[in-house]
């Protein structure tokens, strides 16, 4: 043995033992509790094993009552995909136009008029003849380029236009694209800008 | 059973511990060296800017895996094997197969470090080692077990020990864990997305919390009532935490908050909190059994496996605390896990096996410790740099979380664990001191008998008339 | 217990349960994942990296980029906002009530009633839904990461611990090129007391050619190489930054709703 070792008595070669006391009933009942208490934890944080629910919520209710209904924030992420592939080649990404080619839709009037009658006519008819635009007069012609689109995503196409670039208006709606449609009827032609400031707002 | 038995039954198992431990102990010195350049990156990012081999990913990485896969599990190994003859009271049956799977487990450690150094690591913790290392590690595991469970079966005594439920659970668990993991997430093909994440946390919880928790515990129920000279409190006080701690241990591992489904974080908080039961167990198990005896060894084994277990408690606390929704909003993502790792590694596992290492080593090779003052002077270098190592992790990591990630308030913890790496260091080059001036002169032992044997003068009856 | 035998069924039952509920289970559950939704959107998520950028996260990998940086971003909790996109028939009585009620930091009964008290005299409101928590009013993202964000990724590279920011959103926050290289250099060049390690092994000094590369970094002077010389990525360190600029978590999805910021700077006329 070590030098150490010499200083304690020396370990008997024999095997260690064990007793055989009980174990205290205390012991038992901590674990049940704990078990109980885990069980209420899990059934509150658990999700029920749903593969959906992700902390903090509780529950696949909970989430599925959460969830951002298709409002106009919905709408603008629509919206600026459709914008992008049909309209911001003429009006540009950042909606400052180009010029000999479309007019801006940032800080427009059209856009920003509190009734959205006049710019839904617009993509659903076109324009020919002079408009005018921030002070600025442009006498190009406009296809319409939102009579293919359905409803939703057109009204999700002019509510980006409407929410961007510090234009700061509110959405349009379906309803809105749908009424629109109505009252052109079955002979959609393109309009100048006169002619739409005859239309109410 | 008497002396001469006890003697060949010790002697069976020289050669293949000493096989063990020897590269066990110069890799807890390289590891050691390594966490010390990994954490010299925080204090001076430019010293080893210049070496890829060096940066922090790789070194920290190389350093846990060293310590872990190079020192814990032959270390072991070891241990378990000489405890199963013990128990047994047979000699080791086929000793020839630890030796050959001692070496293998070495080179298998030598390549996967030196594989992580050059940047082919899995990038999973505490499973970087890449294939060509890893099927190494397996199959030199498998051999060791085979040796170990064929001595187990050679037992006089049918009863079991506490300390044969939870060595013999442990043989079961490493195969398990490491082939599961090693075949669906660190493979050519593994399982999708997220879900590796989860069978990584799986992983590394049963290896650094469960299987170490097992083996330590199987180690310290041995030594404990050995040294003390009293016997273990009791027996079935020790099922109730071998059940408990293998049930509830297993589940411990998901993060609070980790991007998985809200179920898995879930269990691992009931699982964590109920961790306590066995602690709880495990802290009346040592506390009765120690309690009592009297025995002064300054700074001997039993020491060391003493200090080990109250670490295992803290480690244990450190786990059900940071699995607890508040607290783990501070402290995830901080020091303080890594703290609680290092604490179980080295503050639990590593004492725990090096003072059992001194145990059993006079015995087996039959001569006194080359270095016995070493025995003191190691045990307060590791209780002085696990101190330093895990305690100032935890309390910076806990600053840190408070101080929202702040680097820069934890440099000052920073700095004090180095200090702590640098006795952790200086421990196991005593530790290594022995092991290698002991293996060196045995075999000198060994060759100077092989000389007169073959030196000796000649019988005269052997001589042909 | 009595023998061996029932040890090693006691270990298999114990190890066998966990094996189902965190490895067999999460398979089945996340391992056979596909993509998903983006919410109220027609895109699918995620889209799968390509080129230098899958290179990348092996580059991530090898470096032990994870040992430092987590790539997760967490969430504590929900909370939500009254906007007013239509100030309707009344306009008057409507910011009369507007400016009595609370409009953030609502919870879910509280932004309902509100809804239902001005609409009932005339205006128009959307509710927005915006997650909170510490990580995302640090700014390191917008939403909770989920096991969508990691369908494409071979290794997941989680992370455990934040010695660096957390990168799950880097491609947004920091969706530069050239200050990714410059930080991979030298990060003290750009991040003041920055504990990060140089990453000088990804690049290349080399002898200034007929004119300098357009790879060049363009270093302050303390970290520029000698008169002569110029810094030259390697392709590691292209595929790297690729990577990091790849990194994005900014998309609502159904797990994790929440309603994107509008691309205006200015909300809605209150």
Known sequence: ????????????????????????????????VLLFLGFVYF??????????????????????????????????????????????????????????????????????????????????????????????????????????????????????????????????????????????????????GDEMMKMPE | MNDLSQQKIDASCRVPLLALFGGAALWLVVGLALSIIASLTFHAPQMFACCSLLTYGHAQAAANDAILYGFCIPAALGVM????????????????????????????????????????STGFAWLEFPRSSSVLLFAAFLLIAVSAVATFGQRKERELYPSHWFLLAALLWFPWIYSTANLLIASGHPVRGVTQAVIGWWFADNLVFVWLALVGLGVAFYFLPKLAGKPLQSNHFALFAFWTLILFGTWCGIPQGAPVPAWLPALSTVASSLLIVPLIAIAVIVVKTVCGADVHCKGGPFCYIKFGSAAFLLSGLMLIASACPHFSRIVQFTWFGPAQEQLQILGFFAIIICGAVYELLPRIMDFELPFPKFVRFQHWCFMLGIVLLAGSLAIGGIEQGLKNYDLATTLPFLRASTTGLLFLLLGSLLFAANIFVMTLKWKLALIKSVIAAVTAPLEVSEVKP | MKNGISVFIAAFIALG?????????????????????????????????????????QVYRANGCAACHTEQIQQTGIAFEV????????????????????LTGLTKEEADSANDKITAVGGKVETHLIPTGADISRGWGVRRSVAADYLYDSPVQLGSLRAGPDLADAGTRLNNASWHLLHLYAPQSVVKNSAMPPFRFLFETR????????????????????????????????????????????????????????????????
């Open chain 3, 207 to 270: 002898k200034i050619g007929d004119a300098p590369s357009p790879d060049a970094l363009n270093l302050p002077s303390e970290f520029a190489p000698p008169a002569g010389y110029e810094i030259v990525p390697k392709p590691e360190a292209k595929q790297l930054v690729a990577y990091l600029l790849s990194l994005h978590a900014d998309v609502p999805l159904y797990e994790a709703p929440y309603t994107p910021v509008q691309i205006s700077t200015n909300a809605p006329a209150k």
């Open chain 3, 17 to 57: 349960a966990s094996w189902c509920g965190f490895v067999l289970a999460p398979a089945l559950q996340l391992g056979t994942a596909k993509q998903t939704a983006v919410l109220n959107s027609g895109d699918t998520y995620p889209v799968q990296r390509t080129g230098d950028a899958t290179l990348g996260l």
């Open chain 3, 83 to 102: 906007v007013l996109t239509g100030a309707g028939k009344n306009p008057d009585a409507v910011s009369n009530l507007i400016s009595t009620l609370k």
């Open chain 1, 1 to 32: 043995m070590s030098d150490e070792t010499k200083s304690c008595p020396t370990p008997s070669n024999a095997e260690p033992t064990a007793t055989r006391s009980t174990v205290p009933m205390w012991v038992f009942s901590l674990t049940l």
């Open chain 2, 81 to 120: 094997l000489w405890i199963f003859a013990r128990l047994s009271q047979a000699e080791l049956v086929l000793p020839l197969v630890p030796v050959v799977a001692a070496h293998i487990w070495h080179v298998g450690v030598l390549v996967g470090i030196v594989a992580i150094l050059i940047g082919d």
């Open chain 1, 43 to 192: 059934d509150h944080h658990g999700g029920w094993f749903d593969e959906r629910v992700y902390g903090p919520y509780a529950s696949a209710d909970q989430l599925d009552s959460y969830q951002p209904k298709s409002g106009a924030a919905a709408a603008i992420a629509r919206g600026r995909k459709i914008y992008e592939s049909n309209c911001g080649t003429c009006h540009g990404a950042d909606g400052l136009g180009k010029p000999n080619q479309a007019p801006p839709l940032a800080g427009s009037e059209w856009v920003k008029a509190k009734g959205v009658q006049r710019l839904t006519h617009i993509p659903l008819m076109g324009i020919a003849g002079s408009i005018t635009v921030e002070s600025q007069t442009w006498n190009l012609q406009m296809a319409a380029m939102g009579a293919a689109l359905p409803d939703a995503d057109l009204a999700a196409v002019l509510t980006y236009i409407r929410s961007s670039w510090g234009n700061g208006m509110g959405e349009v709606t379906a309803d809105d694209v749908k009424a629109a449609r109505a009252a052109i009827g079955a002979n959609p032609h393109p309009m100048s």
